[in-house]
């Protein structure tokens, strides 16, 4: 099965300062990555996604880059804010509406004001 | 609000008793999730519905009993628990078909304690 692996899982950055997670996958047949942001006391919620057909992708302050070929995929967080701070998971699967996700272990972001 | 409600938002209970998780969303979606979420490792799945029927059950030990009466419901039935159980039950719904992707949308999740 798929195995995702998630560094660093612990990160403090200077408030303005760019923040970067990075993740494995394994199974080359994965062909659609979200990123999960957590908040304490929330569920998990979808911050941004990217397809296999993609190399990068933007939105304002986010941006996710991703190498098939490598299996990698990382986040970017640009002019980090205190409201940034949180967990956030990588996660991989195959396309299709109830196909298992395989989530990363997660990685605790602080915002240093 | 994510559109995925979950009650209760705590719970307590001891080794002996039987209480029972529900999820409902609210988006009409096809698909319905459990995981567990503990501390320091990935998000685990436990049950998958689709239209609901149960598609996966990730090998989860039979005091978990999920039931799905339609796709906008889902429980997490729970009996004689252990301790290690205890951890953060969240819940999740999808839209089924390629046109959705797999763009999950999770509650706020239980917290459970086992004693």
């Known amino acids: 099965g798929e195995n995702v692996e998630q560094h660093p899982s612990t990160l403090s950055v200077q408030e303005g300062d760019s923040a970067v997670i990075k993740c494995t996958y394994s199974?080359?047949?994965?062909?659609?990555f979200p990123w999960y942001k957590q908040e304490l006391g929330k569920g998990p919620q979808l911050i941004i996604d990217?397809?296999?057909?993609?190399g990068e992708k933007k939105d304002q302050r986010i941006a996710v880059t991703l190498n098939k070929t490598a299996k990698h995929f990382s986040l970017h967080i640009t002019e980090t804010q205190p409201e940034d701070s949180a967990v956030y998971f990588c996660?991989?699967?195959?396309?299709?509406?109830?196909?298992?996700?395989?989530f990363g272990i997660g990685t605790k972001l602080q915002v240093i004001p | 609000e994510t559109g995925v409600t979950q009650t209760p938002r705590h719970l307590v209970m001891g080794m002996t008793n039987k209480k029972s998780l529900k999820c409902e969303q609210h988006l009409g979606h096809n698909a319905m999730y459990w995981y567990k979420q503990s501390a320091k490792k990935p998000l685990e799945l436990m049950f998958v519905y689709n239209f609901k029927e149960q598609t996966e059950n990730n090998s989860v030990p039979s005091r978990f009993s999920p039931e799905c009466p339609n796709s906008s419901h889902l429980f997490l039935h729970l009996h004689t628990l252990q301790p290690e159980d205890s951890a953060l039950y969240l819940c999740?719904?999808?839209?089924?078909?390629?046109?959705?992707?797999?763009?999950?949308?999770f509650g706020a999740g239980t917290r459970l304690s086992v004693l």
């Open positions: 996660a991989a699967s195959k396309s299709g509406g109830y196909q298992k996700v395989t």
């Open positions: 990217i397809r296999s057909n993609v």
């Open positions: 999740a719904s999808s839209q089924d078909g390629l046109a959705g992707g797999n763009i999950q949308y």
């Open positions: 199974d080359s047949a994965s062909n659609y």
